[in-house]
Each structure stands twice: as C-alpha cells, then as structure tokens.
C-alpha cells in the first residue's frame, strides 16, 4: 500500500496585483512636422468646417444656398489654414532667434554663475532638477566649443516644408465632410452623414494620439469623437 502524502499542497500563488507594467516605449517620429502638431492641425480643420456644416440644419437652406454656404466654409477654412502656416513660420523664426540669443550668450559671457543659470532655465524643469553644477560646466564648456553659429537665422527650406504641411492638414480635413453635400441631394442625411464623417476623424484623431502619448488608443478615440458628438449635438439642438 502506497504512502498518504498528509503535506498540504501547496496552493497557486495569487496574481500579484502590484506586478510590474510593461514598459511603453516613447512613440518616435521624425517627420518634417511634430506628430501632436499634425494631429492638432487636423481637428482645427474639421472643427472649422463643422462650425459651417453645422449651420445648413439651423437656416434650413435650399440646395444652391447650401452649396453656397458650403464653399463659404471651404474658403474659411483654407484661409485659415494659411494665417496659421505663416504664424508657424513666424514663430519658428522667433524660437531660432531665442536660440542664438542662448547660444551666444552663454559664449561670450564672462560670467559663469550666469551662464550655468541661463543653461538651467533652458533645460526641462524635470532635468534641470538633476542636473549638478560640475554637469552644467561640462554644457557650458561644449557650448563654447560650437562653431560660430549665424548671427541671424534664415527660415531655411524645411520650415517653409512644414509650413506647407500645416495649410494642406488644414484644408485637407474639410473634402471628407464636404463630400456627402456633393453626392447626396437630401440635406438631412447629408448633414448627418457628414456629421458621423467628421466624429469618425476626430476618433481617428484620438488614437492616434493614445499611440503618440502611449495610452489606451481607443479610450482616447472615444474621449476625442465624444467632444465632437457634444458639438454636433449642441448644433443639431439649435436648429434641428
């Protein structure tokens, strides 16, 4: 007769609730345009278009003034697009002047006190509190040894790229909610249709962003298309 194992067994160690999350890398990009940039770009356009498609169910419009009022809201929308691309060169130019400014400063003065000072208002607060004097005299001392930087920076070839990217992402985002006003004849469901178009581009929108800051990609889909349903809700609300 065999032995009796009279040992307990031992049970299945609980899942351990405090286990460690796998580590999301940082999303990488190295286009021309910052990736949050562009996704910005794109809901300032379907934001603008809406503010006019939204509009065709409120002054309940015959087809021609619809149509009317349709390419009155493309051209907004484009000439949006163009104020906001020359603000980015606008802004690139002043960021590029900032930098010389730091650069040469911290070349040709005789201060160090400053100079590190000036080095650790530029760095992010979250490394700058990890920085130690002796790390920001290394900084220092490799500024000094760049070569002669401009004394007057020229928006250089990618710049007006990245400026052309933001008026095409712009005026881009109005042809998919445009498009059912074209081919459909009822205005009703053409509203609609090209309301449903619109909340699917800003969920699109959204997770891509989830991608981008390396969270749930379909929450903030959902998150981003819900502020475009409060919208067309607000809208329809007024008008019908």
């Given at each position: ?7 307990p ?6 899942p351990d ?9 940082p ?5 021309v345009l ?7 770009e794109?809901?300032t ?7 006019f ?9 015959d087809?021609?003034?619809?149509l ?7 051209m907004?929308?484009?000439a949006?697009g163009?104020?906001?691309a020359v603000?980015?060169l606008?802004m ?13 400063y ?7 006190v400053k100079?590190?000072q000036?080095i650790?208002d530029a ?6 509190g990890?920085?130690k004097?002796e790390?920001i005299e290394?900084?220092?001392?490799k500024i000094?040894k760049?070569?002669e ?5 020229r ?8 400026a052309?990217?933001i ?5 881009s985002a ?7 006003f074209?081919?459909i ?7 609609r249709?090209?309301n449903?178009?619109a ?17 749930n990609r ?13 919208l067309?809700?607000i809208?329809i609300?007024l008008?019908?």
């Amino acid at each position: 007769m065999g032995k009796v194992n009279l040992m307990p067994q031992a049970k299945d160690p609980k899942p351990d609730r405090n286990k460690e999350i796998p580590i999301r890398q940082p999303y990488a990009d190295k286009g021309v345009l910052d990736f949050d940039d562009r996704i910005s770009e794109i809901l300032t356009g379907i934001i603008l278009i809406l503010s006019f498609t939204c509009t065709f169910s409120v002054i309940k419009s015959d087809t021609s003034s619809v149509l009317d009022m349709l390419t009155g809201g493309i051209m907004s929308t484009l000439a949006w697009g163009l104020i906001d691309a020359v603000m980015y060169l606008f802004m690139t130019l002043m960021d590029k002047e900032h930098n010389l400014t730091f650069i040469n400063y911290v070349r040709k003065s005789t201060d160090r006190v400053k100079s590190r000072q000036v080095i650790l208002d530029a760095l992010p607060t979250v490394i700058s509190g990890l920085m130690k004097p002796e790390e920001i005299e290394i900084l220092r001392e490799k500024i000094l040894k760049l070569p002669e930087p401009e004394k007057k920076y020229r928006l250089k070839f990618n710049d007006y790229i990245s400026a052309g990217l933001i008026f095409l992402l712009v005026s881009s985002a109005t042809i998919p909610i445009s498009i059912p006003f074209i081919l459909i004849k009822d205005m009703h469901i053409a509203l609609r249709t090209s309301n449903s178009i619109a909340i699917l581009m800003m969920f699109l929108c959204g997770s891509a962003l989830g991608k981008y800051v390396g969270r749930n990609r379909l929450v903030l889909g959902i998150l981003t298309s819900l502020i475009g349903i409060a919208l067309v809700s607000i809208t329809i609300a007024l008008g019908g």
